[in-house]
């Protein structure tokens, strides 16, 4: 049995990977039957307002509840806010300012008056409700379990855009195919980004917001985009990719060492 000393105060649960991990399961089997049962393949989920209703708000909404429900009742310390502010390394930003440059390029070529309101609005909520779900499970409880026992930095931050990689396997099998495997490496070059963000300001919150206008912008620009926009949006992920590798390697070789959660 844990010590209890590892408990957190007024923690009901004690942070460990074995319990992020369970829920990151618990979470994958909401989602991911929600939207199996819809019946529609995943290139076609933001195809309509009613199939991004269907499968994307309504999974992701199921999912978050589940989030929210766990986090109230293990009420673990250090979710939403880091115990210490650690150092951006130079990577870090570039790679958080050309996040911001794609999605804002994603947005300026989206042809507007093209996309149903109804459309928008389910595209909108899936984008919150994602940002927020998977950031709270990933850059949160994951995280947060991943550091806990006096885990190096480097170990909770690289193992957390990993599992995020993974986490995108089960799109091979609802009608993605094989490019879903490349998916997952580019969702783990894309967690390092995402962790940056919260490791930049210390808090959750912007790696949320990051997270969520992202996937706006490319449902957006998926279906009612530009003919420009799909090579400079490549281009650019292309470079978040790179300098989301740099991110894992510079974490690697210098976060060894680094511990935001002493063990207790």
Same mark, same amino acid.
């Not at 829920?23 to 039957?33: D, F, K, R, S």
């Not at 390092?192 to 449902?219: E, N, T």
């Not at 790179?242 to 207790?264: M, S, W």
């Given at each position: 049995?844990?010590?209890?000393?590892? #408990?957190?105060?007024?923690?009901?649960?004690?942070? $460990?990977?074995?319990?992020?991990?369970?829920?990151?399961?618990?979470?994958?089997?909401?989602?991911?039957?929600?939207?199996? $049962?819809? &019946?529609?393949?995943?290139?076609?989920? +933001?195809?309509?307002?009613?199939?991004?209703?269907?499968? &994307?708000?309504?999974?992701?909404?199921?999912?978050?509840?589940?989030?929210?429900? %766990?986090?109230? @009742?293990?009420?673990?310390?250090?979710?939403?806010?880091? *115990?210490? #502010?650690?150092?951006?390394?130079?990577?870090?930003?570039?790679?958080?300012?050309?996040?911001?440059?794609?999605?804002?390029?994603?947005?300026?070529?989206?042809?507007?008056?093209?996309? *149903?309101?109804?459309?928008?609005?389910?595209?909108?909520? =899936?984008?919150?409700?994602? &940002? %927020?779900?998977?950031?709270?499970? +990933?850059?949160?409880?994951?995280? #947060?379990?991943?550091?806990?026992?006096?885990?190096?930095?480097? #170990?909770?931050?690289?193992?957390? !855009?990993?599992? %995020? &990689?993974? @986490?995108?396997?089960?799109?091979? %099998?609802?009608?993605?195919?094989?490019?879903?495997?490349?998916?997952?490496?580019?969702?783990?070059? =894309?967690?390092?980004?995402?962790? !940056? @963000?919260?490791?930049?300001?210390?808090?959750?919150? *912007?790696?949320?917001?990051?997270?969520? !206008?992202?996937?706006? $912008?490319? +449902?957006?620009?998926?279906?009612?985009?530009? *003919?420009?926009?799909?090579?400079?949006?490549?281009?650019?992920?292309?470079?978040?990719?790179?300098?989301?590798?740099?991110?894992?390697?510079?974490?690697?070789?210098?976060?060894?060492?680094?511990?935001?959660?002493?063990?207790?």
């Amino acid at each position: 049995m844990p010590s209890t000393r590892a #408990r957190p105060p007024h923690a009901l649960v004690v942070p $460990s990977v074995a319990a992020a991990v369970a829920v990151w399961a618990a979470y994958t089997v909401v989602t991911t039957a929600v939207q199996a $049962s819809a &019946g529609v393949p995943y290139a076609d989920w +933001f195809n309509t307002a009613a199939n991004a209703w269907r499968v &994307g708000v309504l999974s992701l909404l199921a999912g978050a509840v589940l989030l929210i429900g %766990f986090v109230r @009742f293990a009420r673990w310390n250090h979710l939403w806010r880091d *115990p210490v #502010r650690l150092q951006t390394t130079l990577a870090m930003k570039i790679a958080m300012a050309v996040w911001c440059v794609a999605i804002v390029v994603r947005l300026v070529g989206v042809r507007w008056g093209e996309v *149903p309101a109804g459309l928008l609005a389910a595209v909108v909520a =899936s984008g919150v409700l994602v &940002g %927020f779900a998977e950031e709270l499970l +990933f850059r949160g409880v994951l995280l #947060r379990g991943l550091r806990a026992g006096g885990r190096s930095e480097a #170990r909770a931050a690289i193992w957390t !855009a990993l599992c %995020f &990689g993974l @986490f995108h396997l089960p799109n091979v %099998f609802m009608g993605m195919g094989l490019p879903g495997l490349l998916q997952v490496f580019l969702a783990a070059a =894309s967690g390092s980004v995402l962790y !940056a @963000f919260r490791r930049h300001f210390g808090v959750i919150g *912007p790696a949320m917001v990051a997270h969520g !206008a992202w996937d706006i $912008s490319a +449902f957006l620009a998926g279906g009612h985009a530009m *003919p420009w926009t799909a090579t400079a949006s490549l281009a650019l992920q292309a470079v978040v990719v790179i300098l989301g590798i740099a991110i894992l390697v510079g974490l690697y070789r210098h976060d060894r060492a680094t511990v935001a959660l002493p063990a207790a």
